[in-house]
């Protein structure tokens, strides 16, 4: 089935063919899996309650032959009356003279058009004869861009499935079907475009959903199995003393759980299979800390590690303190790029010569002529932030070292399973101890000055204090407090009394570094910044974080920006100035005062959003489901999930003949990943 050409349906030529190409529809499997992206359903109403001018529906009886008049050039216009609530009226058809012959003196008709009061007439749509008045028409509404008139396209998925319905083959183990109640695939196709009733196309959407689901489920496990038996000989050996050794001198005890995930990794490194991993936690639970050890074991076992990151002030932040850390040890480089030219070419010598352990950079590392001798181990941090397959740009280089995803962002489990349902996960649940939660206020504007003189306070106890705006350009429309702006406000108050500085994305690279290097050194105190802070920088002397017009940011944003304090033993404190309109917005400010658990901000931001909002960016590499819908179908994935477990660990998959279908398509989804295409 899914290899006929679209061309072959009766009726497709080539202006069609064209026209179709631009929907993206090659195939007959791609036309009749173009499901309507909403229904339209017209209760049918008393002709009293029929507004002018808009579209309804009324059902009535044809009480005489219907009268066609032609105008134009083979236009016509047919005239029908019909009694509706015991008022005749004009049913006007436009252009389909032929239903003359059907719509006949006595028959019960519904009818969908617009209404014209004072002509008393319906300017019908569309019309079904001898239905129950209950049994109003639904009619399937697709998205066609105006590229094909949609009464075209739904004629054509007739003719489709009038030539190829027997090939829609059933893709599930009968006792699947049997064990959910679900409909056959072709059956649930033909529903989703011809609906009998809502029973069936909720029935049909449900078929649709758990198939979509399990094989989404089944194709990031069957890739998950793959990465864990099939690649070989990437094993890591190195001395287990000299690496404890490493860990001893840290000036602190690692948490449990930052063992337990070091453990995990560190297996992934000794074994022969290659690491896909993802490491989850918290802002501030220690990720970074991990993540250089198993640098360090990888550069003991006569190996380069890679670092990266997705902005170039993180980037030198990880520099710096990884260059501490490995003082005298390592040697550690910077790439990103800023740096060019001499000094750029002279550092690539160095890498390929094997000079360099440990490299630092932004995606500027993965560069096409970027070569490490010898490649072992790549940690990609706030990975959903590329947004881009990096194996793959690692692969096309010929290299595919072990790979450790690194995440700040809590991420609810339905996102997670999805999003990385091809990884191991490894997560850090527990904070480092002495660590106080840093305690959250919800103000209103006027409470500024009070704000301020907290800052001033915090300031002359040695601390320091953030101060984020989400946008640098006024907008007069759209009353965004403006950093600039801010910045003068604040000097005017503080009147010399505090070092300020200001952060935002027109700065240079250069200029940027040298806010960041002031801050950190605590020349500054206090940083007035947008977002830019949002991500990994660690300056943990500050213990004041001021977010302005807070209700602008997703909750998981918010508790990002939060987690840039409370990085050390100090009591920290984030004040949210907001003044939200609505009630969610209200509410979303109080959950901020109330946890500072990520997960549970993360559930109710994804709850709240939607998962296409989720990351904050679009290619957040969440898959595009056709008809599931991740928090919705919540349990639906769930038990996909697990069947899809069992499917790929089952022994029948490659016996029974009930399975084929199956199993065919985990073959297609490791073929291509074979070939680079996943
Ligand atoms: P993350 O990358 O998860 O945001 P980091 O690794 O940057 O967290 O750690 C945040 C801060 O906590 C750093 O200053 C780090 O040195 C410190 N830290 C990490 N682990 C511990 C620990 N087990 N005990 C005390 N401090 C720690
Ligand atoms: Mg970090």
Known sequence: MKNINVSNVKGVGD????????????????????????????????????????????????????VVTFYGKKKSRLTVPVNINGVIVKAIFFNRAFLKKQLIKGEQITLTGKWDQYRQQLTVEHHQLAIKEEDAPIEPVYLLRQV????????????????????????????????YKLFSRSFAYKQMHFPSDFSHLKQAKRRLIYEELLLFQLKMQALRRYHRERTKGNQKQYEQSTLQMFIDRLSFQLTDAQNKTLQEILGDLAAPHRMHRLLQGDVGSGKTVVASIALYATVLSKQQGALMVPTEILAEQHFQSLSELFEGVLQVELLTGSIKGKKRRALLDDLKAGKVDILIGTHALIQHDVDFKALGLVIIDEQHRFGVNQRKVLREKGMDPDVLFMTATPIPRTLAITAFGDMDVSIIDQMPIGRKPVETFWVKQNMLKRILTFIEKEVNKGHQAYVVTPLIEESDKMDIQNAVDLFQQLSVFYDGRIELDLMHGRLSNDEKDEVMRRFSQNESQVLISTTVVEVGVNVPNATVMVIYDAERFGLSQLHQLRGRVGRSDVQSYCILIADPKGETGKERMRIMTETTDG?????????????????GRKQSGLPEFKIADLVEDYRALETARKDAALIIHHDKLTSDPEYQALSQYINDVLTKHEQGFD
């Open 599 to 615: 997960f549970e901000l993360a559930e109710y931001d994804l709850k709240l959003r939607g998962p296409g909002d989720f990351f």
């Open 148 to 179: 094909i008139p949609s009464n075209r396209f739904r004629k054509l998925i007739e003719q489709a499935f009038s030539q190829y319905e027997v090939e829609i083959t059933e893709l599930l183990p009968t006792d699947y079907l049997t064990e």
């Open 15 to 66: 202006a069609l063919l064209e026209k179709l190409h631009m929907l993206g529809i090659e195939t007959v499997l791609d036309l009749v899996m173009t499901f309507p992206s909403r229904y339209d359903h017209y209760e049918v109403l008393p002709l009293a309650e029929v507004i002018h001018d808009q579209k309804a529906t009324v059902a009535g009886e044809i009480v005489a032959d219907g």
